[in-house]
């Protein structure tokens, strides 16, 4: 009965009501729904599935040959409507039904998040609307719907689909930085080959991933160094000029870039505020690196340094602004670490902001009992809600993990990268 209502309904241009409690053999329409009814100021009604009712002074029928003619209304533009394809309640059908025949746009989202679903993001690109509703308590509060679905019609979205960044793909980085071998792998050949062999790479991984694997660099944008410099902040700071082509060279190739900080006495904060620019681009995120933070009388190697959750905090705050303002993908914020000391209060990070995705990143080196032993260590320690990843060295690991061994984490791994 529903369903043959509901063709009635389309046939008919007519909105879709639905009583669970249609009276008995009196015919008597509950005063609610006789309210609603008559609200729509109706030529007629056609009941479907029902016994006869009586609603005074409106004209009942049961044929939809009956009906009066009809035409379509002018469409509701710029107003969509979000569903869940699964839910085939009555319901649902009732709404779906009456906004359609309203010249209401829907939109079909899997899940709670359209920015999860590469259709739902293009579907609302397409539509641009100005007004949404969504049916379901399972898309959230309405705020929280408006910021996903102003980024959704943005319709960019990151390598391997979407706009959420884990559980839907893993990334397959190369790391260190231009043109400095001795800083990692990256900087041992030049920007073509090293976007070439992060492809290499990362196509190990597509085999043994349920996800897409996308290739990934890794650049440390500010290294630290052994003398104060200018500032004192033992820390070069790579001028955003100098990284951009690079940045714009692997984003053009499908790859995700993150922009690694290591920030000697220098605030976290302000180095990643200098690379503003670069960081509201879609495919860039950013890494914070505290073994190389420092006290002001300690430095570079003569200790592992260490950064407390308030500072890491501060960076979240900002990045999640910036993200939201510029109605971004969601942007991956990197925590390295191989020693739970490297940061502080590690319970009190900030993990709430949806705008981010924050991935602790295992950076222990030497056997395989020694790394799984720091990944324990490591996962154990995290807090809810966090992401994570895993480095493999290829020279300091004895041996290297291949990407079967790699890969065979609990819990799973969203990054894996290469130095």
Do not use: C
């Not at 309203?102 to 079909?108: D, E, F, N, S, Y």
């Not at 590469?118 to 379901?136: C, H, K």
């Not at 990070?349 to 032993?373: F, N, P, V, Y």
């Amino acid at each position: 009965a529903e369903l043959a209502a509901a063709r009635s309904a389309q046939r008919a241009h007519a909105p879709l009501l639905l009583s669970s409690a249609w009276p008995g053999p009196a015919g008597v329409v509950t005063a609610l729904l006789r309210a609603q009814i008559k609200a729509l100021d109706p030529r007629a009604v056609l009941t479907v599935g029902m016994q006869a009712a009586r609603l005074p002074g409106i004209h009942i029928v049961t044929d939809p040959a009956m009906l009066p003619a009809t035409k379509a209304p002018s469409p509701l533009g710029r107003l969509a409507l979000l569903v869940h394809p699964g839910d085939s309640d009555a319901a649902t059908l009732a709404a779906v039904t009456t906004a359609r025949v309203a010249g209401v746009r829907v939109i079909a989202v899997r899940g709670a998040d359209p920015r999860a679903d590469p259709a739902a993001i293009a579907a609302l690109s397409a539509a641009r609307p100005r007004q949404v509703l969504a049916i379901g308590t399972g898309f959230g509060s309405a705020a929280q719907l408006a910021s996903r679905v102003a980024v959704a019609q943005t319709g960019v979205q990151l390598p391997g689909g979407g706009q959420v960044l884990f559980p839907g793909r893993l990334l397959v980085a190369l790391y260190g930085h231009p043109g400095a071998p001795s800083l990692g792998v990256l900087g041992e050949q030049d920007l073509s080959a090293s976007i070439a062999r992060a492809k290499k790479v990362a196509a190990a991984y597509q085999a043994l991933s349920r996800v897409p694997v996308v290739p990934a660099l890794e650049i440390i944008a500010t290294v630290a160094q052994a003398r104060p410099g200018r500032d004192g902040a033992y820390s070069y700071q790579s001028a955003v000029a100098s990284l951009r082509p690079w940045v714009r060279r692997a984003t053009a190739a499908g790859m995700y870039v993150i922009l690694d900080l290591q920030p000697g006495r220098a605030s976290l904060l302000a180095q990643a505020m200098s690379y503003r620019s670069l960081l509201r681009m879609p495919d860039v995120g950013l890494a914070l690196d505290p073994e190389w933070k420092l006290t002001p009388h300690q430095l570079p190697l003569h200790q592992i340094g260490s950064v407390s959750s308030s500072e890491v905090n501060t960076v979240i705050s900002w990045l999640a602004g910036l993200t939201a303002r510029h109605r971004l993908p969601q942007k991956l914020l990197v925590l390295h670490q191989f020693r739970l000391s490297m940061i502080g209060d590690e319970q009190q990070l900030d993990t709430r902001h949806e705008d981010l995705a924050i991935l602790i990143h295992m950076d222990g080196q030497g056997t395989s009992a020694d790394k799984e032993q720091t990944w324990q260590a490591v996962t154990g320690a995290a807090p809810a809600g966090v992401a994570f990843g895993w480095k493999n060295f290829y020279v300091k690991d004895h041996p290297m993990m291949s990407p079967q061994q790699t890969i065979a984490r609990t819990p799973q791994l969203s990054m894996v990268s290469y130095q």
